[in-house]
């Protein structure tokens, strides 16, 4: 039996010698290399915390000293000591989560992946044990990949280093690296302490000699380790930062010297006050396919052959390999248009931006508020800035697109990748609040591309507009086959199809035209006409997307965005204020937090196949379903065979 199958908890680590524990990290590596590789995930960021992880479980007692991970894609470790070492279904139906998430176990804390947050759930959760007479329990905030470039960080650390009189201890993570190398003058700061000659002599030496002392000088180590002005800060003066918040700093440490860290974190433990514990990890750690690769060191993978790295199958041209290639053109023939990303230049498409226009591109580390308010700035200097970010992470930047963009009508274009479902990321990555959300902005205007050619087309009209915000956003994955248009109209709207008469009009937004076409293919085989359309622009509203609703009976709207509030409903409340009163039905994700799952698995959970939404559409015809529109305050709500026997018009 190995050492891994013998952990159903931490407390088992307990009863592990010093040379097991590191035997143990052995086997971890090879858990994650095996399994990660079969199934995709984070692969490089936990390689690198294998050793600290242990180290953690060791000297605290989790659940009861809760550990907060930031970023949640670091928790793989975690999950092993904590029994759960069923991999087969990592981040599928059904399987582990990629991310902490309580129903799993009671030692998860924290199931957004949201990053920079941690110490904001540290400093909430230590003050209340505080203030409940729980002062002995400790809390632990694991800060890594990038996360203190995140502006709440430093929020919280001002308030942290307030109120000194609490268990709580803060371990940077330190590997150097967000997806890509961590910039900025933090980013810098560490980097001069993970490379400092002095630093790494010494404290090379000065560990030998203590440990050739015993006890004694294993001790005397521990005090020159922990000072804030200690020994070796006294050589390289990179504790000044530190010192100046207020906040005791114990390091830097070897975040692979599993000896070292235990008692460095045993030191923190017992402080009885705020600390920032430094280790310096190695992203990939263990694996070379990972430390040799230079995009992200692995950050994460699809299916990859264990012993080689490299990927299994292959995939089509994605929705990002356009955009990446596109803004290059843009870029080439504007010298204004400037790219703005937060410490995600890879996965949103800019690293060939990056590398044809280097001194136009800003990345400016996990910070998005910052990203678009500088975005607003830029515009009002005279160049048109892109801002490309993940659809989930403009979640954080509302109020700036609200109040610095759209209030000051500058030119700035967002393009959000991975809109929708992303499926097996979970709730806190799906990009389904971008419509909702911006649909409301004043001035505002979002493109919804359906395919390649669409989306080309739409970034090069969004970076034309210099005097509002706008809006490209597109799913996950591979981008699939064009989708050419039997008409364009005076506005812009694509029709793709007319079938029959006017019975049914399908506003197919985005990737969601390809599914609009296959439903009025199977309505037509029902006997029921159908037209579809493709808006493009889906904010605002199309004057002949109007027109065409007032001359049909019946109205779908598909997006893959939430239903409540999203371009449906601006649809719906168009034609109302226009006095036409043909109904609309809604289609789109549900108002709840989506589980992790395939995103074919999560549409037909959700009633979004081409078969189950034609199989409404003809209820609703033929009067066996009450279109939502038309439904009286005394009407039953729709339950399938049960709903009130009511004709569509």
């Given amino acids: 039996m190995s050492l891994l199958d013998t952990i ?48 953690l479980h ?32 990592l981040r599928a139906r059904g399987g582990l989560a990629g991310y902490p998430q309580r129903s799993e176990s009671e030692h998860d804390v924290v199931e957004s992946s949201h990053a920079s947050s941690s110490l904001s759930w540290a400093d909430g959760i230590s003050r209340a044990f505080a203030r409940t007479g729980r002062a002995d329990r400790h809390v632990v905030a694991v800060v890594g990949d990038g996360a203190l470039t995140g502006g709440m960080t430093w929020e919280a650390l001002n308030n942290i280093t307030d109120d000194n009189d609490r268990n709580l201890v803060i371990v940077v993570n330190d590997n150097g690296r967000s997806y890509a190398p961590t910039i900025g003058g933090m ?48 050589f390289t003066n990179n504790t000044a930062l530190y010192a ?7 390091g830097p440490v070897d975040g692979h010297d599993l000896e070292a860290l235990m008692e460095t974190l045993q030191l923190a433990k017992s402080y009885s006050a705020p600390v920032i514990v430094h280790a310096i990890t190695e992203k990939g750690r263990g694996y070379d396919p990972a430390r040799e690769d230079e995009a992200d060191q692995f950050h994460a993978v699809g299916r990859i052959d264990p012993a080689t790295g490299e990927p299994l199958g292959s995939s089509g ?94 030119g700035v274009t967002f393009v959000l990748d991975r809109s929708g479902v992303t499926g097996p990321d979970g709730p806190s990555h799906h990009g389904m609040w971008d419509l909702a959300l911006l649909h409301i902005v004043p001035n505002v205007r ?15 009209e969004a970076v034309a507009v210099d005097d509002a915000p706008t809006v490209v956003r597109y799913p996950k994955g591979e981008v699939g086959a064009p989708i050419e248009a039997i008409e364009r109209m005076t506005d812009g ?23 609009a076409l296959e439903v009025a293919e199977r309505l037509r085989a029902q006997g029921i006409g159908a037209t579809v359309v493709d808006p493009r622009w889906v904010v605002p509203v199309a004057e002949s997307i109007v027109d065409m609703a007032r001359s049909h009976r019946l109205v ?14 601006q649809v719906r409340q168009v034609l109302r204020e226009r006095g036409i009163d043909t109904a609309v039905d809604e289609l789109g994700l549900p108002d709840t937090f989506i589980d992790h799952a395939s995103r074919g698995e999560i549409l037909e959970e959700a009633g979004l196949t081409p078969a189950k939404i034609a199989q409404d559409v003809v209820s609703q015809v033929l009067g066996t379903r009450v279109p939502v529109a038309r439904q009286t305050p005394s009407a039953a709500p729709y339950t399938g065979e049960t709903a009130r026997v009511r004709r569509a018009r």
């Fill in 446 to 460: 979002i493109a919804a591309p359906r395919d390649a050619d669409r989306l080309r087309e739409l970034l090069d």
């Fill in 58 to 89: 060791r000297v605290f007692d989790s659940p009861r000293d809760p550990i907060v991970w930031d970023t949640g894609h670091q928790s793989y470790v975690h999950k092993l000591l904590t029994d759960r070492k069923d991999f087969a279904e």
């Fill in 187 to 234: 980013a810098r700061y560490l980097n001069r302490v993970r490379t400092a000659g002095p630093y790494r002599d010494l404290d090379a030496k000065s560990g030998r000699v203590a440990r050739r002392l015993g006890k004694i000088g294993r001790a005397f180590y521990r005090g020159v380790r922990g000072g804030t002005h200690g020994f070796l800060s006294r």
């Fill in 493 to 515: 709207v694509d029709v793709l199809a007319r079938f029959g008469d006017e019975d049914v009009l399908l506003v197919g937004i985005g990737s969601f035209a390809r599914t």
């Fill in 8 to 55: 159903s908890g931490p407390r088992d680590l307990d009863r592990l010698s010093r040379q097991e524990l590191a035997s143990l990290a052995d086997e971890v590596r090879e858990f994650l290399i095996e399994n990660v590789a079969r199934t995709g995930g984070h692969l490089g960021p936990n390689l690198g915390v294998v050793e600290l992880t242990i180290a």
């Fill in 244 to 250: 100046q918040l207020d906040v005791k700093y114990l």
């Fill in 317 to 410: 041209e994605s929705w990002t390999d356009v955009f990446a290639e596109r803004i290059v053109e843009i870029g080439e023939r504007r010298d204004d248009v400037i790219a703005i990303t937060a410490a995600m230049l890879r996965p949103t498409g800019l690293a060939p931006f990056a590398e044809r226009f280097p001194d136009r591109v800003y990345d400016v580390g996990i910070a998005e508020q910052h990203a678009v308010t500088s975005a607003a700035g830029l515009a009002y200097g005279g160049l048109h800035p892109v801002v490309a970010l993940y659809s989930t992470f403009m979640n954080r930047a509302f109020d700036q697109v609200l109040m610095d963009v759209a209030l000051h009508r500058a």
């Fill in 556 to 569: 779908i709207t598909l997006e893959d965005g939430i239903r409540v509030g999203g371009i449906g409903t």
